[in-house]
């Protein structure tokens, strides 16, 4: 397999209703109601996953799926690649020499981050983003998470293998922006990266 590619994989949440019967009395009751679901593309759905499209490979397939698709022409061996901007932070990065923003998805411009996670529902979503990857040996990944207003939430560096994982609270209409560099310095040509991205979000109220 040759192929450095993310795949998304988007959970969803069920929620149950009650039905409250009161006490008047009936013999029977028969109604025709219609209901119409449809399904939107990642972009406009409830859990909102918006591509940074001004960053190649990093798109909304024709299925309407967030894609972060880097098989095209493949990454440069012996080399770092970054995806999107990071929140500004005084933290040591492992080697790392990230591009900073001051707020990555909050500019004149619209955002700078690789892909965003927005909240477009009506209530308080409680989002977890969890990502699992193979990496080969020589390969190193950085993630960052940020928020509206620039501040990190989490950020990991990888080795061989690894999970990174962000756990946070939306409100409606708000956001978080993941962003993440690629350090092939010791990989060789034609090594192949893969992980999958699950979204799993759930109401707070």
């Not at 940074?52 to 990454?75: A, C, F, M, P, Y």
Request: aromatic residues 6%; hydrophobic residues 35%; without cysteine.
């Amino acid at each position: 397999m040759n192929r450095r590619q993310l795949l998304l994989g988007v959970g969803s949440t069920a929620a149950a209703s009650t039905l409250l019967v009161g006490s008047g009395a009936f013999s029977q009751v028969e109604a025709d109601r219609s209901m119409s679901v449809r399904v939107a593309r990642d972009s406009s759905a409830y859990l909102g996953l918006v591509p940074n499209t001004q960053i190649k490979g990093i798109r909304e397939s024709e299925s309407g799926e967030l894609e972060v698709d880097l098989t095209g022409t493949g990454l440069n061996p012996s080399a770092t690649t970054q995806l999107g901007h990071f929140a500004e932070t005084e933290d040591e990065r492992d080697g790392f020499d990230p591009r900073t923003t001051e707020k990555p998805i909050s500019s004149s411009e619209g955002f700078t981050s690789a892909f965003l996670v927005v909240n477009q529902s009506t209530e308080d979503q409680l989002v977890e983003l969890t990502i699992d990857q193979s990496i080969p040996e020589g390969m190193a990944l950085l993630f960052q998470s940020h928020d509206v207003d620039g501040d990190e939430i989490s950020a990991a560096g990888f080795s061989e293998d690894g999970t990174y994982e962000v756990q946070t609270t939306l409100d409606v209409g708000d956001a978080f922006g993941i962003s993440f560099v690629i350090d092939t310095n010791g990989a060789d040509v034609g090594d192949s990266l893969a992980a999958d991205i699950i979204i799993r979000s759930e109401s707070t109220e």
